[in-house]
């Protein structure tokens, strides 16, 4: 895997800089003038490398970017994401040395990420969004995954894992979106997704999944939205097992071997409202139904 440097250079000066709105004020400081006792109450520290970028964070109450260098002091209600750099990807044990408040995003995508490196991140409880995408993790790493037990939306895009780690992540209580795409995932290890209660968002595209699959899929209790698309062994056999689904709203099944007379038998599911398909016998078509 090829990783892009994402350079930034940040000069801390001396003494305290304002960079949010006053009503969600960042003090950027240095560590001398940051004893243990010395922030206030309400206030939380956000310790990150002096030495080089950790990566960029971004604070869900609207405010700017900022360097994720040195140590920010931020109220204890803040809500922030992380996008880690590439010198932040080649040493994410200093994620450790944030408590895991505050943090609700982050994306490791495109580093060469491995399973023993999620362990640095077992600890973020709070973590709700997590972006694994082109990485180097296994069905192993999940393991370490699914101790994120706030978590809510994974993104596995170009990774190494296959359906067996569904066995792994089938018990996070609150995972709504997850995406699979571009993965050695077959049918093996499906069966277990229908222990997702509350998955409601679930990309197979490009997997190696048949018709099989779709019978697991069918038995998921509040999935709304489903991609299966450029996968040949997916068939007008599989399409029997999507009719009843109660709340399936949206579905791709482009670039598979399912036929016109299936579209047609498709449209007749009620709570379908868009249907995205094309294969040899149609054109490319995204219906709004």
Known sequence: M?????????????????????????LLASPESLAENSVASGQMRLTFPESYSFGRVHFRNGSKEVPARGTLVVPSATT?????????????AAVRKLSGKGLARLNLRRFEISDQQLKHIEHLYELDSLDLSETDVTD?????????????????????????????????????????????????????????????????????????????????PKLTKLSVAFNSRITDSGMKYLSGMRYLTELSIANTDVTTASI???????????LIYSSNQFSDRDVIL
């Open 140 to 220: 192993k790493g999940m393991a370490s995954v699914a101790k994120l037990r706030n978590l809510q939306s994974l993104n596995l895009r170009s990774t190494l894992v296959t359906g067996k780690c569904i066995s792994k992540l089938k018990d996070l209580p609150r995972l709504a979106s997850l995406i699979l795409e571009v993965t050695s995932t077959a049918d093996e290890g499906l069966d277990d997704l229908p222990s997702m209660k509350n998955l409601i968002d679930l990309s197979l595209t490009r997997t190696s999944i048949s018709d099989k699959a779709l019978k697991s899929i069918s038995k998921m």
């Open 264 to 274: 047609n038998s498709l449209k007749r599911i009620r709570s379908l409202k868009r």
């Open 80 to 92: 922030f994401e992380l996008a880690v750099s590439y010198e932040g990807a080649q040493h994410l």
């Open 2 to 26: 090829i990783s892009s440097h994402r350079s930034i250079s940040f000069a801390v000066s001396i003494g305290i800089l304002t960079a949010l709105a006053p009503s969600a004020s960042l």
